[in-house]
């Protein structure tokens, strides 16, 4: 997808250039080909921003950690505090230059992390760039899109279940915190007040790896325990029971498709492997259909290079039964993120578990594919096309300040993407705090939020929004409200 010099969108205004050349085809060739064998090897997209979040960045709320182990010199736990890190998915935000960011279920696992509040964070990067721009990543007013000094009350929202929708116990609903495992924390930790009276939603109830709004202005979190879809308004509020996969391939005995940390799962056992539910989510752009991926596949499938997409209603909030393809390459373990770039093509990261610093970083595979759904082969496999190798990216203004001018992102997930326009994507890491490896072992990692000029355009329809303004507002007001409690529950503390 890169292109030479002598490439021009216009033959007429190429033949212009050189009249000579057009005219005689084979001095033409000859010359190009002449031209390539003493050109270094180019990037197809070039980095245009850069921007990070420092990985020890914490916003207020319980004290979390207590079961988490100490690792890349961080010591748990954070009193009275959570970090603001380890993000899964990203929308687009209240204002021009905003963000929405939601990291996902917070220290790896069920058993680390009933103290970790999921929740959505907004931010505003000031990109570091050609021009200027100070590479730092900012909190900001979660309705209004405006800086703030710091993450507080007003730059996030919680995810809560205040009437009891989900169907299974949660951890605010008991008197200590469930322990099972080999943390730091013990079993008789008491689950802290303003989880209990909020019944707020944490790791250790759901693990959220992706969110889309819906055109009523709705939020659905995939997430990978069950693996379930879950629906909240603007706010965070659960508004219905989660909703599960079924089996529609019908591989093996078990209706559903199950993680190994189903509430619900039965003497079948699961069929699907811990930490491969809905890695990856997207939305069509009228907003009423999600696309969910998941993040491995089926343990019964003969293929194992075959992940699934699954088609669901959002009028209907029911999956329709279509299902999809997603072929893995030879190189690829996992996916990390999917979005719509219109109703039948969609961007997905795919990656392998190395990273920067490990021993073989030359076998790392971080790639961006399009797909697109109305291209199935006769396995119903999605036709697939390379947009961006993650590992291979210009960078002639050494954006990160590293002193090369290829840019690579070799962090062992990659899990949010977002087309900012027809040439420009926003891809940032999961930096799994306080993990590290993929910049240093001195410490954990930070997030970092890059953007790339695309080298071929894409066929961008418009992203969904709220049906009315009123609805947009009423999410918006809410937002406002639970903002203003927060506040006041901090002052009470």
Do not use: C
Request: hydrophobic share 35%.
């Amino acid at each position: 997808m890169s292109r030479t010099p002598f490439h021009n969108d216009n033959p007429e205004e190429e033949n212009m250039q050189y009249p000579r050349l057009a005219l005689q085809p084979a001095a033409l060739a000859a010359a190009l080909m002449a031209a390539l064998a003493g050109m270094p090897a180019q990037a197809a997209n070039t980095l245009v921003g850069f921007a990070e979040l420092a990985a020890n960045t914490f916003a207020p709320g319980p004290t979390s950690g207590q079961f988490q182990s100490p690792a890349s010199g961080v010591v748990p736990p954070y009193i009275d505090k959570q970090p603001v890190q380890g993000f899964s998915a990203v929308l687009a935000g209240p204002s021009a230059g905003s963000f929405y960011v939601m990291p996902d279920n917070g220290f790896g696992n069920k058993a680390n992390s009933p103290d970790y509040l999921l929740r959505m964070y907004a931010v505003t990067p000031d990109f570091r760039t050609a021009t200027g721009g100070s590479g730092l990543v900012r909190a900001a007013d979660y309705t209004t899109g405006a800086v703030r000094n710091s993450f507080d009350s007003s730059s996030y929202i919680n995810l809560r279940d205040p009437d009891g929708k989900l169907g299974f116990p949660i951890v605010a609903a008991g008197t200590y915190y469930p322990y099972s495992g080999s943390g730091a924390g013990n079993a008789s930790i008491g689950v802290d007040s303003s989880i209990r009276n909020g019944r707020l939603l944490t790791g250790g109830d759901l693990d959220i790896e992706s969110v889309r709004r819906d055109k009523n202005g709705n939020l659905w979190f995939g997430e990978e325990f069950g693996p379930f879809l879950v629906k909240t308004d603007a706010t965070g509020k659960v508004l219905k029971h989660e909703v599960s996969l079924p089996n529609s391939l019908g591989i093996g005995s078990n209706p559903l498709v199950q993680s190994p940390q189903n509430p619900y799962l039965g003497a079948g056992g699961n069929n699907l492997r811990g930490s491969n539910g809905f890695e990856g989510m997207a939305i069509n752009p009228a907003g009423d259909r999600l696309y969910t991926l998941l993040e491995g596949p089926l343990i019964e499938d003969p293929n194992q290079k075959r992940l699934i997409i699954n088609e669901f209603s959002v009028d209907t909030e029911s999956y329709t039964g279509k299902t999809f393809g997603y072929r893995l390459d030879a190189a690829g373990t996992n996916i990390g993120d999917m979005t719509a770039i219109n109703d039948h093509e969609f961007l997905v990261i795919e990656r392998n578990g190395i990273q920067g610093t490990s021993p073989n970083a030359g076998d790392m595979f971080k790639k961006i594919f399009k797909i697109d759904l109305n291209k199935v082969d006769a396995d119903g496999f999605a036709e697939k096309t390379l947009v961006v190798d993650l590992l291979d990216i210009a960078d002639p203004n050494d954006l990160n300040r590293d002193g090369k001018t290829t840019f690579d992102f070799p962090f062992v997930t990659i899990e949010d993407v977002l087309i900012l326009d027809a040439n420009t994507l926003l891809v940032i890491n999961d930096n799994n705090y306080p993990g590290n490896g993929g910049r240093t072992l001195v410490g954990p990692d930070s997030t970092e939020f890059i953007q790339i000029r695309l080298d071929t355009a894409l066929n961008v329809s418009p992203v969904p929004e709220p049906g009315t303004y009123a609805l947009m507002l009423a999410g918006l007001a809410g937002v406002g409200l639970v903002a203003r409690r927060g506040r006041r529950t901090q002052a009470q503390r």
